[in-house]
């Protein structure tokens, strides 16, 4: 069955980077997009943003361009999100979503930009 | 801008119908999509393309639009149901994805 495994929680100093993994299992890897979506603690779902898992393409939004690096290994199936210049506001747990692909008629379509499966999450904690 | 504005809380008693309305110009042009989150676990897709149930999903589960604003109705409310319930739209041509600020399900 389908799964995504992320990486364990992080501490990071003001300032540093931090990379978290996501492993996917039980699909074709490289037919799908993935998104990054995070959620600072009590507060909503905030969307980071999308890779093409074939061709590597990215596209993140506005307010992170420029911090947020996303790359994927088609060898092991997982993709990486990496995010740098840490500050106190970017402490939240950090999900990998998959992006829906929509078959129909004998053509796939995507991406669908919503997400059918989800990592577990990862804790990413700023603190000085 | 593009944002999506949910009420915050929905109280309902164990039997009754919960109605949690997600409000958004762009709605008007795009699918609303709907997340059922309990804490400490990632989100759950219970309604796509605005009233679509994924499979595994309860039939008590439902939603509708209507203009710019889309709802998600859960008839004969469980007690398993209370969460967290987040909308969502996405803007393809950005790209861009917004969630609603979430709506706290009580069943009292």
């Known amino acids: 069955q389908v799964q995504l495994v992320q990486s364990g929680a992080e501490v990071k100093k003001p300032g540093a980077s931090v990379k978290v993994s996501c492993k996917a299992f039980?699909?074709?890897?490289?037919?799908?997009?993935m998104h990054w979506v995070r959620q600072a603690p009590g507060q909503g779902l905030e969307w980071m943003g999308i890779i093409d898992l074939s061709g590597g393409f990215t596209s993140d939004a506005q307010r992170f361009q420029g911090r947020v690096t996303m790359t994927r290994d088609t060898s092991t199936s997982t993709v990486y999100m990496e995010l740098s210049s840490l500050r106190s506001e970017d402490t939240a747990v950090y999900y990998c979503a998959r992006d829906v692909l929509y078959c129909s008629g004998g053509s796939c379509y995507s991406p669908q930009y919503y997400f059918d499966y989800w990592g577990q999450g990862t804790l990413v904690t700023v603190s000085s | 801008s593009y944002e999506l504005t949910q009420p915050p809380s929905v109280s309902v008693s164990p039997g009754q119908t919960a109605r949690i309305t997600c409000s958004g110009d762009a709605l008007a042009k795009q699918y609303a999509y709907w997340y059922q989150q309990k804490p400490g676990q990632a989100p759950v897709l219970v309604i796509y393309k605005d009233s679509e149930r994924p499979s595994g999903i309860p039939e008590r589960f439902s939603g509708s639009s209507s203009g710019t604003i889309v709802t998600l109705t859960i008839s004969g409310v469980q007690a398993e149901d209370e969460a967290y319930y987040y909308c969502q739209s996405a803007d393809s041509s950005g790209p861009y994805v917004v969630f609603g600020g979430g709506t706290k399900l009580t069943v009292l």
């Open positions: 039980g699909y074709t890897f490289t037919s799908y997009y």
